[in-house]
């Protein structure tokens, strides 16, 4: 099966300044890589995705880029708000008839300091 | 409104009892999961389903089982809990397909076996 793996596992940032949060995947069938963002005592959410076809996708402040050939995909937010400081959790999906589950990496933790 | 629904929200409970948690999701979605997660830390997948009476075992699935009998209802049932069941269950669905979406997530439900 899929295993992703995520690092760091902890980030502290300045407000203002860059965070990447970078992945690895293992199944090359996986084609749809979305990052949750999960705040204090609530659920996680989508915040971007990609899909094996392109290799970067950007929303505001926030990129994704994907290198298919080394199997890994990396979360990057420009001008850190402390707003943006939560767990971060990437996951893989492989294009299948659906019988797959999606496998999350073990997360990361943002602090943006203000 | 769409969404998907965990109840209780809160459990305290005995050692050796058995529960159900409830897990409705009313967006018509296929794909259904459990996971297992301590406040803040990885997700682990407990069992997910791709339709009606199809469930798989994840990762941490030996001492639950889940049915699907309806395409909106997934409950987990824990037969006999244990100190170590401690945690935040969170149930997820999505819909699969070639193109693979966003999984929503239900707001959890918070277990403490006393």
């Known amino acids: 099966g899929e295993n992703v793996e995520q690092h760091p596992s902890t980030l502290s940032v300045q407000e203002g300044d860059s965070a990447v949060i970078k992945c690895t995947y293992s199944?090359?069938?996986?084609?749809?890589f979305p990052w949750y963002k999960q705040e204090l005592g609530k659920r996680p959410q989508l915040i971007i995705d990609?899909?094996?076809?392109?290799g970067e996708k950007k929303d505001q402040r926030i990129a994704v880029t994907l290198n298919k050939t080394a199997k890994h995909f990396s979360l990057h937010i420009t001008e850190t708000q402390p707003e943006d400081s939560a767990v971060y959790f990437c996951?893989?999906?492989?294009?299948?008839?659906?019988?797959?589950?999606?496998?999350f990496g073990s997360g990361t933790r943002l602090q943006v300091q203000p | 409104e769409a969404d998907i629904y965990q109840t209780p929200r809160y459990l305290v409970i005995g050692t050796g009892k058995k529960i159900t948690l409830e897990c409705s999701q009313t967006?018509?979605?296929?794909?259904m999961y459990w996971y297992q997660q301590d406040p803040g830390m990885e997700l682990h997948l407990i069992h997910y389903?791709?339709?009606?009476?199809?469930?798989e075992k994840g990762d941490l699935s030996s001492e639950s089982t889940v049915s699907r009998i309806r395409t909106e209802h997934f409950p987990l049932t824990l037969e006999s809990a244990r100190p170590s069941h401690t945690s935040q269950y969170l149930c997820?669905?999505?819909?699969?397909?070639?193109?693979?979406?966003?999984?929503?997530f239900g707001q959890g439900t918070r277990l403490t076996v006393v």
């Open positions: 997820a669905s999505s819909m699969p397909g070639q193109s693979n979406t966003e999984a929503f």
């Open positions: 199944d090359s069938a996986s084609n749809y």
């Open positions: 990609i899909r094996s076809n392109v």
């Open positions: 996951a893989a999906l492989a294009r299948d008839t659906g019988r797959r589950a999606l496998t």
């Open positions: 967006m018509g979605h296929d794909k």
């Open positions: 389903s791709y339709g009606v009476n199809s469930t």
